[in-house]
């Protein structure tokens, strides 16, 4: 069984920042992918960031030059750095992972078998 627990979620002002992290307690497979997914309030859950085992990331557009996705392979740990935040990323933040093949990440929902429960990022402007 995989766990996944995320930290670092609070309340910030627009143009703060947070840093979101992720800690498995394994992965399925010495290839993976760990994703950020956000659900806002009454919306669908999205895609935000996601990386590879080997260190290739991949980024919706929303987060795009404001969140940088890394990890420490060591801790089993990936962290999801967001700048320049916006009351519209007020979400509810999920780390997700799964095994992978040698395709870079894709942010799609279903593929994902294993999911933390959660942490609240609030935005106000």
């Known amino acids: 069984q995989v766990q996944l627990v995320e930290s670092g979620g609070g309340s910030v002002q627009s143009g703060g920042s947070l840093r979101l992290s992720c800690a498995a307690s394994r992965y399925r497979s010495s290839r993976y992918c760990v994703a950020w997914f956000r659900q806002p309030p009454g919306k669908e859950r999205e895609g935000v960031a996601a990386i590879h085992s080997d260190g290739r990331t991949t980024a919706a557009d929303s987060a795009a030059g404001r969140f940088t996705i890394s990890q420490d392979k060591s801790k089993k740990t990936v962290y999801l750095q967001m700048d320049s935040l916006k009351p519209e990323d007020t979400a509810m933040y999920y780390c997700?992972?799964?095994?992978?093949?040698?395709?870079?990440?894709?942010?799609?929902?279903?593929?994902?078998?294993?999911w933390g429960p959660g942490t609240q990022v609030t935005v106000s402007s």
């Open positions: 997700a992972a799964a095994g992978w093949g040698s395709a870079g990440c894709r942010l799609i929902r279903d593929i994902f078998p294993d």
